[in-house]
């Protein structure tokens, strides 16, 4: 069975500050997809990146970058220099990697990141 | 190029009542998921669907919830005799064929299903 922790229900920041969102996770499968989305205020999912479990590279997009390590099956998402516009719900999910077709996501619980002037 | 619709996006029903909920994915994806969100909580799977064929719905509740992807049209989520416990937010998203990184989920904006 697969699951994704997402230890932090809700962080607190101050503009301009670096913050990181923890993500574990635990699949038998030795292929598998990560992802994260961000769900803000007005309630849609907007999807951010997806990391195949084969490929341990660091990301950066901008300010955002994720930190993928497959020995403590861990893929955290770091957003540098915060701004308000980034407050929303953070969702990191997980799932198996099927040959000719595609699988359902599991979900974690959210963080919940507010950002304040 | 238009995203994953989803119809209505807010939906109040009585207790009893019928809900359908509709979902059309983006072009050229043949791929439809319906996962459901609970207040305070994180996204559910429920099923997972192809044109005329559900692959996978190890998330559906067995009782009064059905799911459908006719060739034509949207993909319908069905819920028969609503019950309060109903209420969430339900998303649907979608994927491209297979060996088209089928892998990446689109998702809708919702639909916010009340029961009163």
């Known amino acids: 069975a697969q699951k994704v922790t997402q230890a932090q229900t809700e962080i607190s920041v101050v503009e301009k500050e670096d913050v990181t969102l923890d993500c574990v996770y635990e699949t038998r499968d030795t292929t598998y997809y990560l992802f994260w989305y961000k769900q803000p205020p007005s309630g849609e999912l907007v999807f951010l990146i997806r990391r195949n479990s084969f490929d341990e590279q660091n990301e950066i997009s901008g300010r955002y970058s994720w930190n993928f390590q497959k020995s403590t099956s861990s893929f955290n998402f770091t957003i540098t220099a915060s701004q308000v516009v980034d407050s929303a719900v953070y969702f990191c999910a997980l799932s198996e990697a099927r040959t000719g077709t595609a699988s359902k996501l599991t979900f974690g619980t959210g963080t919940r990141l507010q950002v304040t002037l | 190029n238009a995203g994953v619709m989803q119809n209505p996006r807010h939906l109040v029903r009585r207790r009893g009542q019928e809900a359908r909920l509709r979902c059309s994915p983006m072009k050229g994806h043949s791929h439809v998921y319906w996962y459901r969100q609970l207040p305070e909580e994180g996204l559910k799977f429920m099923v997972y669907?192809?044109?005329?064929?559900?692959?996978?719905e190890s998330g559906m509740p067995k009782e009064r919830f059905s799911a459908e992807f006719p060739k034509e049209g949207p993909s319908i989520l069905r819920i028969q005799q609503v019950v309060r416990g109903d209420s969430a937010a339900y998303f649907c998203?979608?994927?491209?064929?297979?060996?088209?990184?089928?892998?990446?989920?689109?998702f809708g904006p919702g639909t916010r299903l009340l029961v009163l």
């Open positions: 669907l192809q044109k005329e064929n559900i692959i996978d």
């Open positions: 998203a979608s994927s491209p064929p297979p060996g088209q990184l089928q892998e990446t989920q689109y």
